[in-house]
């Protein structure tokens, strides 16, 4: 396919690949640089950047997969990836997905929800997990119109009290939902918590 474009199209594909690569870099020393600061154990951030690493890998690979017009990528496609990439870093942890139905999102938006589910995941493992419960974790992406929602479940004691909480991964957290302008509501289960946020075209 890339052989029927002319060098000036070749030329602005790699340049925005190259955006796309170096922004979320950035992103990840930025995070890594506040784990840091936050006192996380060293084990834990060596282990969200290599989940974060793989997701860009397979982020591309989707896009190119995909061939969407706009370059979006298909998050069913994706988070089955995912999902793979999650259970080859935690291997303790039995994950889940529900997606309900296909649907194509920028890049930038979906780089930053995996960002929420990777700290997600990390606070179930060292505050909600007993040492001999059954470590499990859920999640879904769905699209409603203008919106998307993210569902996540770990089955533990209580991931909606240590978001509440007042402490620095609270804060972190707090931080990476703000990126994606999403609103946290909680159910009934205090194991749930359900992010809505606008979906970006």
């Known amino acids: 396919m890339t052989d029927s474009l002319g060098s000036d199209e070749k030329r602005a594909i790699l340049k925005k690949f190259n955006h796309d690569l170096n922004n979320n870099l950035q992103f990840i020393l930025a995070y890594t640089k506040l784990q840091n600061r936050f006192g996380v154990d060293k084990d834990e951030i060596i282990n969200t950047s290599c989940v974060f690493i793989a997701s860009i890998a397979a982020i591309q690979n989707k896009k190119f997969e995909a061939r969407h017009e706009k370059n979006l990528i298909p998050t069913e496609g994706f988070l089955k990836d995912y999902i793979g990439i999650l259970n080859e870093y935690y291997s303790s942890i039995d994950f889940s997905i ?60 209580g991931i909606r009290d240590i978001i509440s909480k007042s402490n620095m991964r609270s804060v972190l957290f707090e931080q990476l939902v703000k990126q994606i302008e999403g609103k946290l509501n909680y159910s009934n289960d205090n194991a749930e918590i359900t992010i809505n946020f606008p979906y970006l075209q």
Not at 118 to 127: A, K, P, R
């Open 98 to 157: 529900n997606a309900k139905e296909e649907f194509y999102i920028k890049q930038k938006q979906l780089f930053h929800i995996i960002a929420l589910i990777n700290e997600l995941i990390n606070l179930s493992i060292n505050s909600t997990f007993k040492e001999d419960s059954n470590r499990k974790i859920s999640f879904s992406l769905e699209k409603n119109q203008e919106e998307c929602t993210l569902k996540y479940s770990d089955y533990g004691f």
